[in-house]
């Protein structure tokens, strides 16, 4: 009976040990120094996140600002903006389908053939621009779920379904322009003048700047308490508050900067709402953890009960449907509908941007604002060669290299967690 008494007051003893290990633990992971450790033990496992991309912005900003002085001038950034914005929506789409582990071609083609629709059905045919509007985003709908009917029901690669898509949407394009080539949009159009000259009232900038901040902290705060309500580390309120004031001091800078010049552009701020909606709903909602968890291990995502062949759906129709509203900016942007709409570096900036702003290629890994960063960062790179006076073909090599770079950082990262969680 002593020894039973015995064992049971030892057996106790070893539980209040391990509960009390438990509690350091979360107390640790709740200090600042216990948080600075998980993110220094994630580098090391390779989750980088969009530090490279950052670092890299800093970089050529530096570089080109010593070279020139005027890249950083206010309306040649508010310039940048503007540029950015429809590659950048385009980009969007192509992370939906590289968190898939897939691609599309054809982002670049569908493209151009909205800005085409554009200019054949709102000016040559008179339709209310509305309606061209619903009509190019319908087609870019369609087109996004042929892609993925040919992937799920024949189990074509969607390298080749968006390579055939390419030459299919470009044809299309020339064909419906027809032997003009080009068709000129109003000036004075709403359409236009969003693309081209509409920025911000600098009060509501200020006020969107504020934002970003305010909602870190409150919903940091609500996860905060569910997480210690279940005894569960969080971050600690100090460093979030922390975190948001650095957030919302640099937000507030940029507008202020910016309003020095012509001011905050709407389409940019169109661009970083879709980016926000986006980002949402890959991290906040069921279609999200399906995304990553689809991307991730296809199998073992269907065996969880994840409907496959939905998520796949989703991902190419928005995807198609992003590259048309990237298109209908692109137009009111240049202010016209032409045969050269979507061609060129359309696919390349696109692509590039998602990867180098820290998508991964091989699926399961990315986020919403890596088409953001990343596509600051193409722009910033050929709007400074452009002030320098350098030649198209320099800025298609210095953004090849940066891509390769990117996917080499990439690719040794997820060399890196595999062994880590092998370890």
Not at 11 to 22: C, E, I, N, T, Y
Not at 156 to 171: E, H, I, K, N, R
């Amino acid at each position: 009976m002593s020894q039973k008494m015995s064992k049971d007051l030892v057996g106790q003893a070893k539980a209040g040990q391990a509960l009390d290990r438990s509690d350091e633990r979360v107390k640790h992971n709740d200090s600042i120094g216990g948080v600075v450790s998980a993110f220094v033990d994630r580098v090391r496992a390779g989750d980088l996140g969009m530090l490279p991309v950052a670092v890299g912005l800093v970089v050529i900003s530096t570089v080109f600002s010593i070279l020139n002085p005027v890249f950083l001038a206010p309306n040649n950034l508010v310039n940048l903006l503007f540029d950015c914005a429809t590659v950048g929506i385009i980009s969007l789409g192509i992370v939906c389908v590289l968190l898939l582990g897939e691609i599309d071609l054809s982002v670049g083609s569908m493209s151009g053939l909205a800005s085409a629709m554009i200019g054949v059905l709102w000016v040559n045919s008179g339709l209310p621009i509305a309606v061209a509007i619903i009509a190019a985003l319908a087609t870019g709908a369609v087109v996004g779920a042929l892609y993925a009917a040919l992937y799920n029901r024949l189990g074509m690669p969607s390298f080749v379904a968006t390579l055939a898509g390419l030459l299919a949407l470009l044809g299309l394009q020339l064909y419906i322009l027809g032997p003009t080539g080009s068709i000129n949009l109003p000036y004075a159009s709403p359409l236009v003048r969003f693309g081209q000259i509409m920025v911000m009232p600098d009060w509501m900038s200020y006020v969107f700047a504020l934002l970003p901040g305010l909602l870190m902290v409150t919903v940091g705060a609500v996860v905060a308490r569910r997480r210690k309500a279940v005894n569960l580390s969080s971050q600690p309120l100090g460093l979030l508050t922390a975190k948001a004031a650095a957030l919302t001091l640099a937000l507030e800078f940029a507008a202020y900067y910016l309003n020095l010049g012509r001011g905050v552009p709407w389409m940019f701020g169109l661009f970083v709402a879709l980016a926000v909606v986006l980002n949402y709903a890959l991290t906040r909602t069921k279609w999200g953890r399906s995304m990553f968890a689809v991307g991730g291990n296809r199998e073992a995502a269907r065996r969880s009960g994840i409907n496959v062949r939905r998520i796949y759906m989703s991902a190419f129709v928005l995807c198609s449907t992003l590259a048309t509203l990237g298109g209908i900016l692109s137009a009111s942007r240049l202010a016209s509908s032409s045969q050269q709409a979507g061609t060129g570096d359309v696919n390349l900036n696109a692509i590039a941007a998602a990867v180098i702003g820290g998508t991964s290629l091989f699926g399961g890994r990315g986020s919403a604002y890596s088409a953001l960063l990343g596509i600051i960062v193409i722009q910033a790179i050929s709007n400074g060669l452009t002030l320098l006076n350098l030649s198209s073909s320099l800025r298609y090599m210095i953004t090849g290299a940066v891509l390769a770079i990117a996917v080499i950082v990439d690719s040794l990262a997820r060399r890196s967690r595999v062994s880590h969680g092998r370890a």
